[in-house]
Structures are given as C-alpha cells and as structure tokens.
T-cell receptor, first 113, second 115 residues
Framework: GAGVSQSPSNKVTEKGKDVELRCDPISGHTALYWYRQSLGQGLEFLIYFQGNSAPDKSGLPSDRFSAERTGGSVSTLTIQRTQQEDSAVYLC???????????FGPGTRLTVL | AQSVAQPEDQVNVAEGNPLTVKCTYSVSGNPYLFWYVQYPNRGLQFLLKYITGDNLVKGSYGFEAEFNKSQTSFHLKKPSALVSDSALYFCAVRDMNTGGFKTIFGAGTRLFVKA
C-alpha cells in the first residue's frame, strides 16, 4: 500500500540505551510530523518538517530527543539515554499542502524497562 | 499559541440517538480545524476538516461538524449513533497565520455507544 509506514512496530529497550524510530511518509507529501501518545491519552506534538524549511522542534521534550529527515522523505526520531517516562506510542504522520489533513502511520510502541 | 480543548473525557450515548463531541480552540489567526478518530487497536484516521466556506462540514461515516467563530468551537455531531462509532475522537487545530504546519491535538474524547 501507499500509506505511512513506521518501524519497528514494537521496541523494548533498557533504560539508558539509545533508540531510533523510522518513518516512511506517503510519497510526495512534503510535511512530516512526529507525535507521542501515552497509553489511551492525547497526542503530544514533538516535531514537524515541511519541505526544505527548518523543522519546528518546539515540541521536543528534552535534548535527548532529536529527529532528522533525509532527502525530504524518510525520517528518523532518535531518543538518547532512554528513560521509563519515554515509554509511549510514537506516531508519524505526513500531509500534502494541498489537502492539509494528516495521514498517520501505525505507530511504534516503545517500552523502556 | 494555539490550543485545543475537549472538555469531556467521555461521552455515552445510546445507539440511534444523536451524538455531540465538543471541541473549542484558541488561535491568534485563522484556524484550520480537524477531527480524527482512533478505533481500538487501529491507527488514527481523518474524519473531516474546516478550512473555509460553509460552517457546516460533512465527513466520513455520517459525521459532521459545525464551525462557530464567535464561540471558537468545532463540535462533532452525528444524527444517529452506531455501536461501531465507539472510539477515541481527537479535535486538532492549525493556526494558518502564525503556526505554519504545526498542528495541536486535543486530549481526546472517548465515545461509548450502547446498543
């Protein structure tokens, strides 16, 4: 299919380890977003990329979090020195400037032990 | 800064009755408004949006929402609820004048439709 894909679907890690989460947006979508959703809760905005503009990082909770988007397509969210409070589902979404609504991936469930 | 409020954590309605899920927003410029739904064990799906034009917008699965600028509200409605509508609903806003593509989501409202 041509939807947003994320990998891995599940990640279990030990406290203090670094993790990388990957997002493949829909082809041609210029905007890419990362959100965090704690169990049954709302979506917390983390970061978005739009075309070649500088990303809006205003939602990143600490300097342990970073993200990049290579070639205007695939994005990687990196969490360094993971903490237990980082456990959540990390959602990626992409959108076209013409249609505005976001298309979400299935998410990566991160568990920090 | 933009913000969204969904004042109800949960809404209960009987099947066949009308439903309303409330949303209010705050932006400094003109809003783009969205509703998304998250069914159990499934990803978030777009339902409908308000960009400009008619204040009443229609979306997927028989849902509609009314944009009310004076009350800064964008309540989600459906004339006759189905059990299958039970899900988590999110309202979201983009500030078109100042926020760029940044989209803020509400905390979500869980809808329970009883048979």
């Amino acid at each position: 299919g041509a939807g947003v894909s994320q990998s891995p679907s599940n990640k279990v890690t030990e406290k203090g380890k670094d993790v990388e989460l990957r997002c493949d947006p829909i082809s041609g979508h210029t905007a890419l977003y990362w959100y965090r959703q704690s169990l049954g809760q709302g979506l917390e905005f983390l970061i978005y990329f739009q075309g070649n503009s500088a990303p809006d990082k205003s939602g990143l909770p600490s300097d342990r979090f970073s993200a990049e988007r290579t070639g205007g397509s695939v994005s990687t969210l990196t969490i360094q020195r993971t903490q237990q409070e980082d456990s959540a589902v990390y959602l990626c979404a992409s959108s076209s400037p013409f249609y505005n609504e976001q298309f979400f991936g299935p998410g990566t469930r991160l568990t920090v032990l | 800064a933009q913000s969204v409020a969904q004042p109800e954590d949960q809404v209960n309605v009987a099947e066949g009755n009308p439903l309303t899920v409330k949303c209010t927003y705050s932006v400094s410029g003109n809003p783009y408004l969205f509703w998304y739904v998250q069914y159990p064990n499934r990803g978030l799906q777009f339902l409908l949006k308000y960009i400009t034009g008619d204040n009443l917008v229609k979306g997927s699965y028989g849902f509609e929402a009314e944009f009310n600028k004076s009350q800064t509200s964008f309540h989600l409605k459906k004339p006759s609820a189905l059990v299958s509508d039970s899900a988590l609903y999110f309202c979201a806003v983009r500030d078109m004048n100042t926020g760029g593509f940044k989209t803020i989501f509400g905390a979500g409202t869980r809808l329970f439709v009883k048979a």
